[in-house]
């Protein structure tokens, strides 16, 4: 949970009838979430550990599951553990979410006044009760009672309980340090109408972070009244947050203490392999989606979350944080992790505190004589040298910048005051800072210099030195389309040196450069023992059509991680009159991914999901229903009201269908998804004219989604004016030369046009991108060798 309060659970994401756009941001820390997230195209996933045993087949571990297993009072955990508990008591762990009380709130409550956005706040006590007024739902000051404090440091938070046990979490924080309220989006004027608004959807801490502020919470939607009734075993992260239930464990230890395996823990930590330590802490420390509600202790973080991989929203191309990823994803890219560090190697499970201060942590393992030692942990490779002095670091003794982590791990303020530290542990290359558009360590520091600055002094320091290819080089070459980008994903993807969670970044870009060498390194990552890699390689198969995926797919419907298995039956979905023996588990796996977005009906991106589903098996009517339900919980969730705006048309009502999106228009006028859909909704009411000028609104709206571009362009080409498609289709492959679509209509285009040269100029940029490229081999397009 670490030193702040600190919103993490990310929504399911959305498919939607829109193009993809590969994003996801926590909403919390950004308004650009609502419209990425629009337009993403990503299945949430979700099943239950007994459906795995009784239903799938599988055999029961032999100790006692999670389903038979029972929370106990913590308290009863203290006679035995008094030396933990003490650690723990004052943690920021412990004190994550609290009752008010003079003890717990840290808040100037004494008729104190904030004001912001027009509003002036005011924070006061009723007796014993915490107050605040401010502005509500519908833009006028209300008075609101305080029910939960939530965080510690540096900044505390305060959640209000609404009509129907909707906990929101005001949008005014305090700030610890310097004594004074402030709000988590000064620059941004959010007011009643705002999706950020703390009334809002967006800002509902049942769903979106009180998991991670106590121990075993479910949510316990009502989809029929819309309301909650959530509950926890207790306040706070506490002992069973992490170990599991405990009843077992009291067995045991109030019993004859006869040996059992983890002390009669499912999940026991001491002496735990990597991955179930990484985990463990990977379910609140990591940006992910839900798939249920709650978790399960004994299983593997994709049985129970969607993890989000390093996407160009919250990711630098290198791999550095760009919005907070709550220190595993930065972490899984390390050099650290492949060697089998593990969160305990550095911090104390119990205070959350790092074990060591300043560079002495660092020097555990990095040092003239030798690392620590543990099971597991590989310190083969590490070199014997005394890396705290200035010989190495360049930097008088005790400075800032002597400091391990101010070059390996810098760091950024999110949530105004909340500064986090970049987990990835990287060596500062400021040399591929201007290459790469990327922050580097140096000129974080030394703000008055620049990145070829710090380079030299780098050389200067350690010589010049001939280094490999980078990941960040990489993926700027597979995200830009650099030359050979084709032949870098097949090695980025195959190289086992390289962290899975990277791996499977550069696998989210397969479908660019479909060739046979590309559906063999998908099919290879198919079988990786990473289920990050084998859910990215079963996204990767898209590009393949459904009798194609079949064979490939059908093996991981029956594979040990339910977010594995229900994305290869969603990918199955065509092709399940074909899967035969198969079609069994597919029907099983299929209503896995039902129930699990049943699970999260309080999210319109769950009723989208299941609308996209039913669409696909053809059962129109529940399609509808999910789409109004969806429209019920956010009338302004876009992808639901593209989908709306496409049942009015195939009801035959496209007037009402264009009258929609134009009245969403006038409440988004910067939605080029929006204009998109429009744009096509013309299209299809014989409006060409003013849908292709819709088409160019969505293009100069977001002319980040190449897509929207090539539309614009086709509707130009069609409606008979293929020079002005030809140009908006140069615009288009010279701000993404990636895009593979843009390059290869564009070739037809030169073709049909009797342009030879000009078609093979682009075919020939484009063959330098993806030399393998289908489409453009040899008698398969005209003119365009």
Known sequence: MGKASRRKQQPPAA????????????????????????????????????????????????????????????????????????????????KAMETPAPDTVLGNFNNATFNYAGTTSRFYRKGTEYWVDTDGADGKLGSYKVAFTFGVAPLQQYLIAMPGGHLQALGIAWDVERKTWFHLHPKDHVTATDELHWTKL????????????????????????????????????????????????????????????????????????????????????????????GFVHTHRLADDYSLNLLTQAAYEVDGHFKEEDFEYGSFAQSKMFMKGVTCLDCHNPHTGEVRLQGNALCLQC?????????????????????????????????????????????????????????????????????????????????????????ASKLEAWFGKHTRPVSYGQMMHSLRTGGIGAADILNVLVLDPSIPPIRRATALEEAARYPSEQTVKTVVVALKDTDPAVRIAAIHALGMLPPDARKPLLTPLLADAVRGVRIEAARQLVDARDQLGTDRGRWDQAIAEYRQVQQDLAERPESHVNLAGLYRDLDQ???????????????????????????????????????????????????????????????????????????????????????????????????????KAALKVLDAVMKAHPEHRESALTAVRYHTEAGDIAGAQIIAGRWLKISPSEPALQRGQTSGAQ
């Not at 006692?64 to 008094?82: G, K, N």
């Open 202 to 293: 967006a800002q509902n801490a049942n769903f979106m972070c009180a998991e991670c502020h106590v121990t075993d919470m479910k949510r316990n939607y009502s989809p029929a009244d819309n309301s909650f009734k959530s509950t926890w075993q207790a306040l706070g992260v506490g002992c069973q947050a992490c170990h599991g239930p405990a009843s077992a464990h009291l067995e045991w230890a109030t019993g004859d203490k006869k040996p059992l395996t983890g002390a009669g823990f499912e999940v026991p930590l001491k002496g735990a392999s990597q991955t179930t330590v990484l985990e463990t802490c990977a379910r609140c420390h990591s940006r992910r989606a839900p798939l249920a509600d």
């Open 366 to 454: 990095h040092n003239a004589t030798a690392p620590i030692q543990r099971v597991g942990l590989n310190t083969q490779t590490l070199k014997r040298k005394d890396y705290d002095t200035p010989e190495h670091t360049h930097h008088p003794q005790g400075s800032p910048g002597s400091s391990c982590v101010a070059c390996h791990m810098p760091g950024k303020y999110y949530m105004e005051v909340d500064f986090r530290h970049d987990h990835s542990l990287t060596i500062p290359r400021p040399d591929l800072a201007r290459e790469l558009g990327t922050p580097d360590a140096c000129t974080t520091c030394h703000k008055d210099k620049t990145p070829e600055w710090a």
């Open 620 to 722: 129109q009517a529940d399609a509808q229903r999910e789409v109004d339900l969806a429209l019920a919980r956010d009338p302004d969730f876009l992808p639901a009201v593209t989908m709306k705006a496409d049942e009015l048309a195939a009801a035959g009502n496209g007037d009402d269908g264009i009258k929609l999106l134009r009245e969403a228009i006038a409440r988004h006028p910067d939605s080029g998804l929006l204009y998109h859909a429009l744009g096509l909704a013309q299209v299809r009411a014989g409006d060409r004219t003013a849908a292709v000028q819709s088409l160019k609104s969505a293009w100069q709206k977001t002319p980040d989604d190449a897509g929207f571009g090539y539309v614009y362009a086709v509707a130009l080409h069609d409606t008979g004016d293929p």
């Open 15 to 94: 498919v939607a009838a829109a193009p993809a756009v590969p994003s996801s941001h926590p909403i919390f820390h950004s308004r650009r979430w609502f419209i990425a997230a629009a337009v993403m195209l990503v299945v949430v996933l979700g099943v239950f550990l007994l459906y795995q045993f009784q239903v799938l087949g599988r055999p029961a571990p032999a100790r006692l599951s999670a389903v038979h297993a029972r929370f106990v009072d913590e308290q009863r955990c203290v006679s035995c553990h008094s030396a933990e508990f003490a650690s723990w008591k004052n943690s920021h762990h412990a």
